[in-house]
C-alpha cells in the first residue's frame, strides 16, 4: 500500500501563487507515473500535471506554462508549483500515484485525500 499525504493548498487571489506537496509513504511508487488531478463539484475528476519516474513531464493545455510539476524521487515527494493562478483553477487538488496511463484517473491506484485551492478576484 502507498499512501499520500498532500499540503499546500489554500486560497490566494487570482495572479498568485501557491506550491502543492505530496509525500509518499509505504511501498515505493519508482517506475510509475505520480501525478495531480483536480475536481469541481459537480464535475469530473480532470487531468492537471504527471511525470514519470526518469521521463518527462505532462500538463493539460489549460495550466500549461503556468504550472510546474517536479519529484524528489530520493523523498519520494512529487510538487506542483502553480503561478500566474486563475479564477478556473479553483478546486480539489488529488495528487495520485501508480498510473499506467498518464492522462486517465482511473489508471491510478492510489490518491491523496485532496487539498482545496480556492483562486479568488
Known amino acids: 500500500q502507498v499512501q499520500l499525504v498532500e499540503s499546500g493548498g489554500g486560497s490566494v487571489q487570482a495572479g498568485g501563487s501557491l506550491r502543492l506537496s505530496c509525500a509518499a509513504s509505504g511501498r515505493t511508487v519508482s517506475g510509475s507515473f505520480m501525478g495531480w488531478f483536480r475536481q469541481c463539484p459537480g464535475k469530473e475528476r480532470e487531468f492537471v500535471a504527471a511525470m514519470g519516474w526518469f521521463r518527462g513531464t505532462y500538463y493539460a493545455d489549460s495550466v500549461k506554462g503556468r504550472f510546474a510539476i517536479s519529484r524528489d524521487n530520493a523523498q519520494n515527494t512529487v510538487y506542483l508549483q502553480m503561478n500566474s493562478l486563475k479564477l478556473e483553477d479553483t478546486a480539489v487538488y488529488y495528487c495520485?500515484?501508480?498510473?499506467?496511463?498518464?492522462?486517465?484517473?482511473?489508471?491510478?491506484?492510489?490518491w491523496g485525500q485532496g487539498t482545496q485551492v480556492t483562486v479568488s478576484s
Open positions: 495520485a500515484a501508480g498510473g499506467r496511463s498518464i492522462y486517465v484517473w482511473s489508471t491510478y491506484d492510489y
